[in-house]
């Protein structure tokens, strides 16, 4: 089925570790972003990227890296793990800007 | 990114009931969306709009765009239990890319 696919769905680190979140769309979509979701402040983009190659900070990037290399697939990075970055995190892609964006069903973090 | 100001934080009705939501922000969207969110699942998308001023329904939800591109509605009728989950809306600014999110109404209904 086309949609967006999220992995691990489930993840704890220790703090200090990195690590990779996967995402993969194969619907050809340009715009791809990550948001993180916590409890009672909603949903907050990370990083978002408009197509290969191309990639910009959102409101909260600290402490995460992204890098696109082809259309399908948008990773994020966790360069050194803190508790604060525990979470659920969520990608998304559109078509184009003011599109309806596509969730993926999310890798939950827990950072010790 | 943009304060979104998303009312009332939860909601608890009977089966049948209509339910109203709002979201209001202090910058002019281009764009409005309201996604569902159900427990351990991501945001799936309800309604978009595009247009101030504009009326656009899913089944027996209806979304308006506000005239004044800083607000927007969000009605269900007939609410039955599978509307259950947490209603976001969301808003794109003219220039830019990011989606702002407002905090969630969170719907519960009892059978």
């Known amino acids: 089925n086309a949609g967006v696919t999220q992995t691990p769905k489930f993840q704890v680190l220790k703090t200090g570790q990195s690590m990779t979140l996967q995402c993969a769309q194969d619907?050809?979509?340009?715009?791809m972003s990550w948001y993180r979701q916590d409890p009672g402040m909603g949903l907050r983009l990370i990083h978002y990227?408009?197509?290969?190659?191309?990639?910009d900070q959102g409101e909260v990037p600290n402490g995460y890296n992204v890098s696109r290399s082809t259309t399908e697939d948008f990773p994020l990075r966790l360069l050194s793990a803190a508790p604060s970055q525990t979470s659920v995190y969520f990608c998304?892609?559109?078509?184009?800007?003011?599109?309806?964006?596509?969730f993926g069903s999310g890798t939950r973090l827990t950072v010790v | 990114g943009q304060q979104l100001n998303q009312s009332p934080q939860s909601m608890f009705i009977q089966e049948g009931e209509d339910v109203s939501m709002n979201c209001t922000s202090s910058?002019?969207?281009?764009?409005w969306l309201w996604y569902k969110q159900d427990p351990g699942e991501g945001p799936v998308l309800l309604i978009a709009?595009?247009?101030?001023?504009e009326l656009t329904s899913n089944g027996r939800l209806t979304a308006q765009f506000g005239i004044t591109r800083k607000d927007s509605f969000l009605n269900i009728s007939a609410s039955i239990p599978s509307d259950v989950g947490i209603y976001f809306c969301?808003?794109?600014?003219?220039?830019?890319?990011?989606?702002?999110f407002g905090k969630g109404t969170s719907l519960l209904v009892t059978p």
């Open positions: 619907m050809n979509h340009e715009y």
């Open positions: 998304a892609s559109s078509m184009d800007r003011g599109y309806g964006y596509t």
């Open positions: 709009l595009y247009k101030a001023g």
């Open positions: 910058s002019i969207f281009n764009t």
């Open positions: 990227s408009v197509g290969a190659g191309i990639t």
């Open positions: 969301a808003g794109q600014l003219t220039s830019g890319y990011a989606l702002n």
